[in-house]
């Protein structure tokens, strides 16, 4: 789907923004205005800046259609989420920034010739706030609200800086070429600002080595790194003992803006899930440097808004005012980061077949309804005059309590030396295995379940019997005995089949009737059951879900805490406490000492839970045996 943009020098006041009207646009052409379709968008309505996912500065309300015109006016961020989106309200609110842009994709188009507008029906995907040309007085009206100059470059772009110099773009022939500055006769402020804007471009380069695997690169990046560090350690030094450094802003001030990318770079936009593991490298960092975890932040993600807000509410939720757009897009990070999980857990896969519920501020519990299969309410002939029969309908429910899970990754204390993409890179893998492991050992044994966690799926489950017969013939007979039960309670909506890897390939490998191979995928696909295959699933276990009934919620942000003192139990199935009194006494074992072996363990909370919404919906085998032959005689 193509995504189309349109930006309008919005009319209106204060807050109130004319979003898009029927008007001809730069682009030549025109939206009919009456044409919007606005039901998804008003679903989540954030506000960006600039089109970019990563740069969420609030959200819009009141989104309408109003005399030809789509109108709506900006809720900007809560005052101190953000030193850039401060700044930004503070143009907003004195009129010099009322550039908006629309993003949408086409549903119809007009009729060349016939048609008043170029497009008749679109729907609106996201609208921004963006850069607007300006001239030398508006910039100079910017800075006299003692407005950053990465702020004001990137609401006036290329103007700002022909409003800094008040001489042409250098670069091209002239008669009269500007003097070149010294490098010693530069301000010892100004070449820490340049050096802290070569780390920014350095480090970004290291972080695409590292994704795309070039060790050559990553080295020569390493390399460049370590000597700006070093030289930046040098020019702040010999700033402190010259007293050159400026004072502390005073009560009303604005504070020194955040360091920021250069203006024309972009920034790498994270992957879905990245910002969870980003609250982890901070949190990490914070412990190991004994830094405040803001400051790291700002350091390391400081052009990133996005990862601004959530690693804010993640590190530090006492500091941040989390409502509104703020906390959405935390639930929607939290829930992407369980999707990362897919392709080594099958607890995502299973989950986005079934109901997916979060846990947000204020919401303990989640009560989900679900239908009795007695007493029924069908209809029934009635005789002319004899009364119709009143049935009551049969409502059960299953409640979603907020359990706590916690995933425990420790490492050496050597990180402390890694930089920023390195550690992510490892946590990625780390935080993803454990996790991973953790959610579908607990999701599919026989516990019961209690105030701590959520029963297991086969807790009171008997298993049955599977067949002997081996090949296809095993396969046909065990998924017809799995999923009889729910033929009889008239259940099967969405079934589901778990299964290991080992099980998966022998129904791709075992020749069907006919000698076909592969033949039985086929057959599972027609009968509408859904395979998924995972090597958290013990051998020869056959787990049939009607993932209909199956319910999960998440909660809204993930706890981080570090530690070099603590004493482990280096076990990923069953930890055991420590030391357990008892005759004889038990010890678990292997038991690792942070402080001994100088590592650092960090522990990552999550609320996450699940429940079926109705018993009987859950059916297993142990012992399947999928032999290679064993067809009929």
Do not use: C
């Amino acid at each position: 789907m193509q995504i189309m943009h349109r930006t309008t020098a919005a009319a209106g006041e204060g807050m109130d923004f004319v979003i898009s009207d029927g008007s001809l646009d730069r682009h030549g052409t025109r939206l009919n205005p009456k044409g919007w379709d606005l039901s998804n968008f008003k679903r989540n309505p954030i506000a960006l800046f600039g089109h970019s996912n990563g740069f969420p500065i609030g959200k819009w309300e009141n989104v309408r259609v109003d005399k030809d015109r789509l109108v709506g006016r900006l809720v900007l961020a809560a005052e101190g989420t953000s030193a850039r989106i401060d700044e930004l309200r503070r143009l907003v609110e004195q009129g010099i920034l009322r550039a908006v842009s629309v993003g949408f994709s086409v549903k119809k188009f007009g009729t060349p010739g016939k048609s008043e507008y170029d497009y008749e029906e679109m729907e609106l995907m996201e609208a921004s706030l963006v850069s607007v040309p300006s001239n030398t007085n508006a910039v100079a009206k910017a800075r006299s609200l003692n407005i950053s100059e990465s702020t004001i470059e990137l609401a006036f772009g290329e103007h700002a800086e022909e409003g800094r110099r008040g001489v042409s773009t250098p670069g091209k022939h002239a008669a009269n070429p500007p003097k070149k500055v010294n490098q010693m006769e530069k301000p010892l402020s100004k070449k820490i600002e340049e050096t802290e804007a070569e780390l920014v471009t350095e480090r970004d380069a290291l972080t695409s080595a590292v994704e795309a695997d070039d060790n050559a690169e990553i080295e020569t990046r390493s390399a460049n790194i370590e000597v700006l560090e070093e030289r930046l350690v040098n020019y702040q030094r010999a700033e402190k003992a010259l007293g050159k450094r400026a004072a502390e802003p005073k009560p009303g001030e604005p504070a020194r803006p955040n360091l920021r990318k250069p203006l024309g770079i972009k920034a790498r936009e994270p992957k879905p899930g990245d910002m969870v593991l980003r609250a982890g490298v901070v949190q990490l960092i914070s412990y190991v440097s004994q830094r405040d975890p803001l400051k790291v932040l700002e350091e390391r993600y400081g052009d990133h808004e996005a990862t601004q807000v959530f690693v804010r509410a993640a590190v530090d939720p006492a500091k941040t005012t989390v409502s509104g757009w703020a906390s959405e897009l935390i639930e929607t990070e939290t829930v992407a980061f369980l999707e990362t999980l897919r392709e080594i857990s099958f607890y995502p896969r299973l989950a986005a077949l079934g109901a997916n519920l979060q846990f947000g501020p204020g919401r303990g519990q989640i009560k989900i309804p679900a239908r009795s299969s007695t007493p029924s309410i069908s209809g029934s002939f009635v005789a002319e005059g004899a009364p119709i029969p009143v049935r009551r309908i049969g409502l059960t429910s299953a409640t979603l309590s907020p359990h706590k899970m916690g995933v425990i990754s420790y490492f050496t204390r050597e990180i402390a030396k890694y930089s920023s993409p390195q550690i992510e890179n490892m946590l990625r893998n780390e935080i993803r295995a454990d996790t991973a492991d953790t959610l579908d050992t607990l999701l599919i044994d026989a516990n019961a379940g209690s105030s701590t966690r959520p029963a297991g799926l086969l807790n009171g489950v008997s298993a049955l019997s599977a067949s002997s017969a081996g090949g296809w013939t095993a396969i046909m007979e065990d998924i017809d005995t799995l999923a009889a039960p729910f033929d009889t309670a008239k259940a099967g909506r969405s079934l589901v089949l778990l299964m290991n890897r080992r099980e998966a390939r022998k129904l791709s490998m075992v020749p069907g009737p006919d000698g076909t191979f592969g033949a039985m995928g086929k057959v599972l696909a027609d009968a509408g059951i859904t395979p998924i295959s995972s090597v958290n699933v013990p051998e020869g276990r056959l787990i049939m879900i009607d993932a209909a009934d199956f319910a999960t919620a998440a909660g809204d942000r993930p706890e981080f805490d570090v530690s070099e003192q603590a004493v482990i139990h280096a076990e990923d199935t069953s930890p055991a406490q420590i030391g357990t009194a008892g005759t004889p006494n038990t010890v678990a074992a292997p038991v690792i000492s942070m402080f001994q072996t100088a590592s650092i363990a960090l522990r990552m909370l999550m609320d996450v839970t699940w429940a079926m919404r109705r018993t009987g919906m859950v059916q297993w085998i142990d012992g399947a045996d999928w032999a290679y032959g064993g067809s009929p005689a």
